[in-house]
């Protein structure tokens, strides 16, 4: 494998990442550098190069100078997902005990509409529980 292949390979397994940048002058250069998490050595590096055919060649060099690790080694490793927030505790729904009435479930009635189908448009009037006589007590 050729050092042209290894910088490839280095590349396309996203251990490198190239971007174009501005300079100073209004023109740009090719940059790469190494990805967001990464555990390898230098997470700090940053090569810069003119155009593409100097980028090639500096990567090349850098792969024959530079500290050379196994591809295992420069992996990047993803930090972690967060795992998700816990779902807050939903009060179960509430049961008639022997202190509430069972028909109206302790409100002491409900509103009544004046279509009788929208709740909270319409409201006309408070209907006492005929089983609580609007106590909402048993």
Same mark, same amino acid.
């Given at each position: 494998?050729?050092?042209?292949?290894?910088?490839?390979?280095?590349?396309?397994?996203?251990?490198?990442?190239?971007?174009?940048?501005?300079?100073?002058?209004?023109?740009?250069?090719?940059?790469?550098?190494? =990805?967001?998490?990464?555990?390898? &050595?230098? *997470?700090?590096? %940053?090569? /810069?190069? $003119?155009?593409?055919?100097?980028?090639?060649?500096?990567?090349?060099?850098?792969?024959?100078?530079?500290?050379?690790?196994?591809?295992?080694?420069?992996? =990047?490793?993803?930090?972690?997902? &967060?795992? *998700?927030?816990? %779902?807050? /505790?939903? $009060?179960?729904?509430?049961t008639p005990t022997a202190a509430?009435?069972?028909?109206?479930?302790?409100?002491?009635?409900?509103?009544?509409?004046?279509?009788?189908?929208?709740?909270?448009?319409?409201?006309?009037?408070?209907?006492?529980?005929?089983?609580?006589?609007?106590?909402?007590?048993?």
């Amino acid at each position: 494998m050729s050092a042209l292949d290894r910088v490839l390979e280095d590349l396309i397994a996203g251990r490198w990442i190239l971007t174009l940048e501005d300079t100073a002058d209004g023109g740009t250069e090719v940059v790469a550098y190494r =990805p967001l998490g990464w555990t390898g &050595p230098n *997470p700090h590096e %940053r090569i /810069a190069a $003119p155009d593409h055919d100097q980028m090639r060649a500096a990567l090349v060099r850098r792969q024959h100078e530079g500290d050379h690790v196994p591809p295992s080694t420069l992996t =990047p490793t993803r930090p972690p997902t &967060p795992a *998700p927030a816990p %779902r807050p /505790a939903v $009060p179960p729904p509430s049961t008639p005990t022997a202190a509430k009435c069972g028909m109206c479930n302790g409100e002491g009635g409900r509103w009544e509409t004046t279509d009788g189908s929208t709740p909270g448009k319409n409201i006309s009037r408070w209907v006492p529980c005929s089983g609580c006589n609007g106590t909402g007590e048993k």
